[in-house]
């Protein structure tokens, strides 16, 4: 491990709830914004000179901030860490959320990577899970943030939305890599209950999703990327050479981060540590929540496997061996050898890793080693 460590930063604010969100976000607070961003600088405090070499600043809608919000979060980032030179810098943003001038603050404090989320370029679909935009808008937004010169671009897509079907996916995805992202996200969507969509669904309004069509999507998502020139190297996540997301592969990697804001966590020192989710707590100084998960020698193979089969490349003996002093190969022999058996396994000389068939029930397959 470098010494260096991940800094992510949420900021909970949005411009309106999309229908299948449940992530702590909240709309119309646009006058606590400043005060928020005055709370993160007073945490920011608690981990003061740490090294850190990759900042994901995710929402929520980061950019929903103003210019001189985003110009105030920077300064105070900048001057409580020591950031490497070669930091990947990341910010979400959404498609009328963003102009020139917020794109100008970003490139001056040395935001290098933009994750738009798109979701759709389908107009029904994404007005049918409640997002703000429409497809033209995206485009538009990402072109612009190219313009501005930035090269590192990801964009988020959805797969299973109401009325999602293999055509309409497919002029979604040749969208999108007409664009020429450098990193495309694909997760499924996940009937949340409280969400309105939830509810819709519940009502009737949509026919269930589909499982067996929601893996043919997948698969369909996979193979397109694939010729496109995008690796798949998380099952949700595909990039061009040397693209992947550095932030995120800290989190597969099982490595040491800081997070700051309403409901972030830290892993630090094998402890896991959690913010409050209360809006009204953090705005009053009072950071963090009594909860602790101290992470003992298992636990934390037991998390690396889980985390490690995510990636495309997955375990490898060596690395494993360096990390816990036996090998993957000899501590699970039996699950291992029944795996790849059954075709959810494979090996390729010292990496094991989950096959297509074995990413399809990942969640099954994962839980044979804890
Ligand atoms: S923009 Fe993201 S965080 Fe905000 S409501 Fe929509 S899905 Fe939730």
Redesign the pocket.
């Given at each position: 491990m470098s010494g260096f460590k991940g800094l992510y930063i949420h900021i909970p604010f949005?411009?309106?709830?999309?229908k299948?969100?449940?992530?702590i976000?909240f709309?119309g607070q646009e006058e606590l914004y400043d005060l928020y961003i005055d709370k993160l600088s007073e945490e920011a405090l608690e981990f003061e000179g740490e090294n850190i070499d990759t900042i994901f600043i995710g929402?929520?809608?980061p950019t929903v901030l103003s210019p001189a919000q985003l110009s105030k979060l920077f300064c105070s980032i900048n001057k409580t860490f020591n950031i490497s030179p070669e930091c990947e810098f990341t910010v979400e943003a959404?498609p009328k959320t963003l102009f020139a001038e917020k794109l100008s603050v970003l490139k001056e404090y040395g935001v290098n990577r933009i994750s738009v989320?798109v979701q759709s370029f389908n107009d029904d679909e994404l007005q049918k899970i409640?997002?703000i935009h429409t497809g033209k808008n995206a485009y538009n937004t990402i072109d612009m943030i190219k313009k501005c010169g930035f090269e590192n671009i990801s964009i988020d897509l959805m797969l299973s939305l109401p009325g999602q079907n293999e055509d309409s996916l497919f002029k979604t995805l040749d969208t999108a890599v007409r664009i020429d992202p450098s990193h495309i996200s694909c997760y499924s969507l996940i009937l949340e209950e409280g969400t309105k969509l939830y509810e819709e669904y519940t009502l009737g309004i949509y026919s269930e999703i589909d499982e067996d069509y929601d893996r043919y999507l997948y698969h369909f998502t996979v193979d397109f990327l694939k010729r496109h020139g995008y690796s798949r190297y998380e099952i949700s996540n595909f990039s061009k050479p040397g693209r992947q997301c550095r932030h995120n592969m800290k989190y597969w990697n099982c490595d040491e981060y800081i997070g700051l804001g309403i409901a972030a966590h830290s892993y630090l020192g094998g402890c896991r540590t959690y913010n409050t989710s209360s809006l009204t707590q953090y705005l009053n100084g009072d950071f963090h929540s009594k909860d602790i998960t101290i992470l003992n020698g298992t636990d934390k193979i037991k998390e690396y496997i889980i985390m490690r089969l995510r990636l495309s490349e997955g375990i490898n003996d060596n690395d494993f061996f360096a990390r816990f002093g036996e090998k993957f190969s000899g501590l699970y022999s039996s699950i291992i050898e029944k795996l790849i058996r059954y075709g959810l396994m494979s090996q390729n000389k010292d990496n094991y890793f989950l096959t297509d068939k074995g990413i399809d029930i990942s969640n099954s397959v994962m839980c044979e080693f804890l």
């Open positions: 949005c411009l309106h709830k999309c299948y969100c449940d992530f976000s709309c929402g929520g809608t959404n989320g409640g997002r």
